[in-house]
């Protein structure tokens, strides 16, 4: 229950801010689903080779957590979303993504299986009234569980070693498996997942534990350089990582005011989720109808030539046809490469692309056309990510 | 001496006609029967030392381009964004709105979780219905009986709005402008305390209750305006509303017009079919040629115009056109802020609007009583207090309170108001706030009290209809004010109109007087090359 005075403090504290305020030395600072976030602690650079390179954490308790339970879950979100939920074993975790009756997205989220019955969606927007009349005919108890659950994210090369020096056995932890070790008079649910495309970990405990997790990853963790990182090192690994994120990368289109703007599984190709065998769920139809007729759009991954990130650009056909637009972009320092995330439409795919981008040099913008090439996502994939045991660095 | 364009009433949007005619050259002159102007914008001095916003009191539907066409930021218009609100509940509880959307969803989340998230879904919808309307505001609607060639370039416009939509876009629009706010509501939410709180704007100024069909256009009425492109979003005009038709007159100066308060007219003159001036109550003559009526459609046609000079076919539509009143205010001189013991101390919430309403099924009931033809015991108060925000209109530490009440009848159980009716009327909306703030008569220092009665003998709001006309579905667009003149002109060459009655409707907003202005314009051949087309949404 939120008690009268919440209003004093739109911008809530997450249980970590006591940490990440007291390293936040520029204190840089956004908002975030209702939290104040870091965006950076102190050298965004440092931070991203903190992710690529040792052991970094990130902050994850903005993240919009459901907790769904009952004899009927599984059904239940096999209905709801495009994977089967059914397959999934427990102490597993799957990406997925559900859309509306159009089959148009409303969000992409990591599902988890606690037991037969028991399953968490962490996702990025809300969407308990879509989730509660979803459910009807279900025998299944939907409650949002944000602000029950402090989340971290210990992403990077050396997160196994931080891991087992903190005295958790996660050798045999597979990717997108979880298991569950005591903490501090607790529990701690450690998932082998990540936005980072690396090696890495999340770990998902009770709010009043979060300060003591905190403390005991990086007491054990400085061997290896332990690092907070802000949102904005996060978002270039997730861009070499080529991971999606609603109201970034598409509209959800619960949100979406102009009707064209909402983005098909097909579109933003997420349409491997699919599971067509596992009966009906919302879309199916809609989503037959799109894979026989094709699809207007598709979120491909650019490699542009130069080193000027194309933020914000506009794509045009080699005829200077407007094709798409850019919805991330960045140098890579991980593959030296120029990339990007964009919607082109599907029928540009074919022939040559080329980004508009303004340049800010020295207070003055340059305009510069581009040569843009489309290339196969993750940008960014070394086999430690999938490596079980992992490495030990 | 003669005009080219004579107005009658110095309402807003007189004046914005005005400042268009003459900035196309035209020498104009406006006549009003009150010794101020502003009409239903007005801002007086009752009681010394406090302005009042003696009719509308918020600010959010009046065109910005229109701001801007006619430069009133730089004759002293400054319109206030405000936060806050709150509905107070009969538990001693309360709903607050915020502008922040964290804030707010928490504390719809206090009342409903699922609430909390439904909002968004439901704002996306009622933008989408904006982004809809928005463009008709300002421009004139097509006759689809006659085949001018402006008539079909404006029917083609509105075919390729609607061509824009889904088959599902269609089907939603078309039920909302038809449908009730609480069957809209209940589509999203739970909460009754949310949904009545969401209701109040479908229906201010309307005789229709939450449940009547019809009234969810007219929140859409109240939601399609913005403050600085915040959609939606309220504001005060700065020293009050008369701030906005002050800095009208202003600007009408500046461009050479001419205003003559305390100057009602009697009579259009009419001869051979065209108008050519007026008769004022004085007996005086004004020659013109043309006349633009400010005045409601009644008002204009079925008072100041012989019935000789007009089709009977006309005077029945006129007749029949509905401007129920259904509103009643308050506007009170306070010795200190009022304290409500429920909201927590140095809340933005005193800052917003304040409603005592906790349900739609009580608003309902109280227009229940205005069906029986007597005033809602247990009214709809919008009470809000400008002084919090704005310093200019009293004298520090004291403040001005504006009371917009539902439900007031034009006439008590079919006589007319009586003094006695309408201090009743005052104690019973007193009573209310006093019941959320102990101790508020007290420090009440002047009532100004207004119904319907009071409505039309000084604004000459026919019945007291605070949008010079209902503003249900079959009043709107192409019918606004009836079938065959939605294009501001009349029976009678020469006579315009370019009120509240005409398209697209009432609330202070500006759009009728400029679209009047632009055909006006037209009809002279002078272009409107001093207007600008309405801005996008979003
Ligand atoms: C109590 C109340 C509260 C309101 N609250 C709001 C609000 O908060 N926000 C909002 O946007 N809208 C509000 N409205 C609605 C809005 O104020 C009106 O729709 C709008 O001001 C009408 O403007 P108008 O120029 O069309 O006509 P009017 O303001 O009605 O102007 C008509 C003018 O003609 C004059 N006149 C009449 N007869 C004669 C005659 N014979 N000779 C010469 N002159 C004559 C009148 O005196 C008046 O000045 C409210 C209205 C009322 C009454």
């Known amino acids: 229950m939120t008690d009268l005075t919440h209003w004093r403090r739109p911008l809530r504290q997450t249980p970590f801010h006591p940490r990440t305020a007291a390293l936040n030395r520029l204190n840089l600072w956004g908002p975030w689903g209702g939290y104040t976030t870091a965006l950076a602690f102190d050298d965004v650079a440092m931070e991203h080779t903190a992710i690529r390179n040792a052991a970094s954490v990130y902050d994850l308790c903005p993240m919009v957590k459901y907790r769904i339970r009952g004899v009927q879950a599984a059904e239940y979100l096999n209905r709801l979303t495009l994977r089967n939920a059914g397959n999934l074993p427990v102490g597993s975790v ?31 927007e809300r969407h308990l009234p879509w989730l509660l009349d979803s459910a009807a005919g279900f025998d299944v108890a939907i409650t949002e569980v944000t602000e029950d659950i402090a989340a971290l994210s210990l992403q990077g090369p050396c997160s196994a070693s931080v891991l087992r020096a903190a005295g958790f056995a996660i050798d045999g932890l597979k990717p997108f498996r979880m298991a569950n070790f005591r903490f501090a008079g607790g529990t701690l649910t450690i998932s082998r997942t990540g936005f980072t495309g690396d090696l890495g970990y999340e770990l998902w405990t009770s709010p009043d534990l979060a300060l003591p997790l905190w403390d005991h990853l990086f007491e054990v963790g400085a061997p290896w350089g332990i690092r907070a990182i802000g949102t904005e090192a996060l978002d270039l690994a997730r861009i070499e990582a080529g991971f999606i994120i609603a109201n970034m990368d598409f509209v959800p289109a619960s949100q979406a005011v102009r009707e064209d703007r909402a983005r098909s599984p097909f579109e933003m190709g997420l ?46 056909t080699g005829k200077g046809r407007e094709a798409g637009f850019v919805t991330a972009a960045c140098w890579s320092p ?3 490469r120029n990339l990007a995330l964009a919607q082109v439409g599907r029928r540009y795919l074919t022939g040559p692309l080329q980004v508009e981008v303004y340049a800010l040099r020295e207070l003055q913008y340059a305009r510069l056309m581009l040569a843009a090439e489309v290339v196969p996502r993750p940008f960014f994939a070394p086999d430690r990510r999938r490596a079980t045991p992992p490495g030990d660095f | 001496m003669s005009y080219d364009a004579l107005i009658i009433g110095a309402g807003h949007n007189g004046l914005v006609a005005a400042c268009y005619l003459a900035r196309a050259g035209m020498k104009v002159c406006v006549v ?71 804030a707010n969803r928490r504390e719809f989340a206090r009342h409903s979780p699922r609430d909390a998230e439904a909002y968004d879904r439901y704002s996306r919808d009622i933008l ?68 009545a709180y969401l209701a109040v704007s479908a229906i201010i100024g309307t005789a229709l209750g939450p449940m009547s069909p019809g009234s969810a256009y007219v929140l859409l009425h109240h939601y399609m305006g913005d403050v600085d492109g915040n959609v939606g979003a309220w504001g005060f005009a700065r020293g009050g509303m008369g701030a906005i038709t002050q800095a009208l007159s202003k600007s009408l100066a500046a461009a050479g017009g001419e205003i003559r308060a305390g100057q009602g007219v009697d009579q259009v003159l009419v001869e051979g079919g065209r108008a050519v001036g007026v008769v004022l109550a004085n007996g005086d003559e004004i020659r013109a040629r043309r006349v633009i009526s400010n005045m409601d459609v009644k008002r204009t046609f079925l008072g100041h115009v012989a019935e000789k000079d007009l089709p009977g076919d006309f005077v029945k539509r006129v007749r029949a056109f509905k401007t129920r009143g259904s509103s009643g205010k308050l506007n009170i001189a306070l010795d200190a802020a009022p304290v409500f013991p429920a909201l927590p101390e140095g809340s933005p919430m005193l800052k917003g609007d304040l409603h005592f309403t906790d349900s739609m099924e009580r608003m309902e009931r109280a227009y229940d009583d205005w069906k029986d033809g007597q005033f809602s015991r247990d009214p709809f108060q919008d009470a809000m207090i400008p002084t919090m925000i704005d310093p200019t209109m009293t004298p520090p530490g004291k403040h001005f309170m504006s009371c917009f009440v539902q439900y007031a009848p034009p006439k008590i159980a079919g006589r007319d108001w009586t003094d006695a009716d309408r201090d009743a009327f005052r104690d019973t909306c007193l009573n209310q706030i006093e019941a959320y703030a102990p101790g ?10 207004r119904t319907p009665r009071e409505l039309e003998a000084e604004v000459g709001l026919t019945e007291g209809n605070i949008f010079q006309g209902e503003l249900t579905f079959d009043q709107l667009l192409f019918n606004r004010p009836v079938p065959g003149y939605a294009d501001y002109r009349s029976p009678i060459r020469d006579l315009w109109i370019c009120g509240s009655s005409t398209h697209p409707g009432g609330g202070v907003m500006g759009a009728p007087g400029r679209n009047a202005a632009a055909e006006i314009l037209r009809d002279a051949k002078l272009g409107t090359r001093g207007m600008r087309d309405a801005y996008p949404v979003l």
């Open chain 1, 94 to 124: 799957h990406y997925t993504a559900w859309t509306d009756d159009a089959g148009k997205l409303l969000d992409d989220g990591t599902l988890f299986r606690h037991g037969p019955e028991d399953f968490l969606i962490c996702c990025q």
């Open chain 2, 32 to 102: 009003e029967k009150n010794d101020w102007i502003g009409g239903a914008a007005v801002s007086r001095e009752l009681f010394p030392g406090f302005t009042y916003s003696n009719c509308s009191y918020v600010s959010s539907l009046f065109r910005p381009e229109i701001m801007r066409d006619l430069e009133l930021p730089r004759h002293g218009l400054q319109i206030l964004p405000y936060e806050g609100g709150a509905v107070l509940t009969r538990n001693g509880g309360y709903l607050a709105m915020f502008r922040d959307h964290d």
């Open chain 1, 334 to 336: 991980a593959t030296k």
């Open chain 2, 440 to 449: 508020f008569k007290n420090k009440v220092l002047h009532v100004e009290v």
């Open chain 2, 128 to 195: 989408r219905f904006c982004r809809f309307i928005r463009p008709m505001l300002m421009r004139t609607p097509p006759d689809p009986s006659r085949f001018r060639p402006r008539d079909l370039s404006e029917l083609a416009f509105l075919g390729r709005q609607i061509g824009a939509l889904s088959e599902g876009q269609i089907a939603a629009m078309v039920r909302f402008w038809t449908m009730s706010i609480a069957d809209f509501l209940d589509e999203y939410f739970e909460n009754p305390v949310i949904k």
């Open chain 1, 271 to 316: 349409d491997w989720m699919i599971d067509w065998q596992k009966g009906h769920f919302t879309g199916r139809r809609a989503l037959l109808a799109e894979r026989e007729a094709g699809s207007k759009w598709a979120l491909v991954g650019l490699d542009i030539e130069g080193n000027t990130p194309a933020t914000g650009a506009l794509i045009y």
